[in-house]
């Protein structure tokens, strides 16, 4: 059975103490235990408050990018060492904001992949299509290159510790959202994909989370399909009762 996962991406917000509380909302909350496994992932400065609150509750936490870089004399810069010393569990990487505003290219997340497996720190892989991607119907086109390159030189056992999300950009951050058929046909698409690449034991186990302005509204409707295993939220991770009321979705 893989995985159901719900991961809220706080993005930049969220001063320190914002922060705190949001996370003691979450904590606090009794539903909050229950269903899906939670990942919450605050701007840096708030990581290792986050790991030490979330202890013994079913939370993880992630941090929202790291470098490509082992270490050294790269000013403003995190490793993937570093956040390994937290102790924290996942890193969100190749999110479209990241690709868009940091050129940001499948080759250089496919570095930022590497740092994270030689440093035990679970990938969240992001990927999907732009508007006129999909109007020109060159969607799967373009996640099955993504993927492709993300992916590259990465073993089967490596990926064992990957999650894949799904986020059509003209979703995120927009209140569109993908419609269930267009997010399982996707989900299903990218499931093959990687069956045809590392073999059905790691497609069978494989989660993948759907991204763009899922809401408690609308989740119910995307988990109930086959290959959706999740939701990557934004703008509603940033609300506790919002982004609880995602998780229990399932
Ligand atoms: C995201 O940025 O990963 C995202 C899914 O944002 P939103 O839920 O706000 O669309």
Redesign the pocket.
């Known amino acids: 059975m893989r995985k159901q996962i719900v991961a809220g ?1 706080w ?1 930049m917000n969220m001063t320190f103490p914002e922060g705190i509380n949001l996370i003691q909302e979450i904590i606090n909350n009794p539903s909050s235990l229950k269903g899906a496994q939670l990942i919450i992932s605050p701007p840096y400065l708030l990581l290792n408050q986050a790991v030490k609150l979330t202890q013994g509750n079913n939370i993880s936490v992630a941090a929202q990018n790291c470098s490509e870089h082992e270490k050294g004399a790269f000013t403003g810069e995190i490793s993937a060492s570093m956040l390994n010393s937290l102790q924290l569990e996942y890193v969100i990487l190749g ?1 479209s ?1 990241r690709r868009a505003y940091y050129g940001e290219t499948d080759q250089l997340i496919n570095q930022k992949i590497k740092q994270c497996l030689a440093n035990n720190l679970k990938p969240i892989v992001c990927c999907g299509e732009i508007l006129k991607e999909r109007e020109n119907n060159e969607h799967f086109n373009v996640v099955a290159t993504q993927i492709k390159g993300m992916l590259e030189e990465i073993t089967a056992k490596e990926f064992k510790s990957i999650i894949i999300a799904y ?1 059509p950009v003209w ?4 209140g569109k959202t993908a419609s269930p058929d267009q997010a399982q046909e996707m989900h299903h698409f990218i499931r093959e994909t990687i069956r045809n690449s590392y073999g059905s034991e790691i497609a069978d186990n494989l989660s993948i989370l759907y ?4 809401k408690p509204s609308n989740a119910k409707e995307l988990f109930s399909n086959s290959d959706v295993d999740g939701g ?5 991770s940033l609300n506790a009762e919002d982004f609880i009321a995602i998780a229990n979705s399932f």
């Open positions: 991406n993005k999110h904001e986020e979703a995120i951050g927009t991204g763009g302005s899922c990557l939220i934004g703008g509603a």
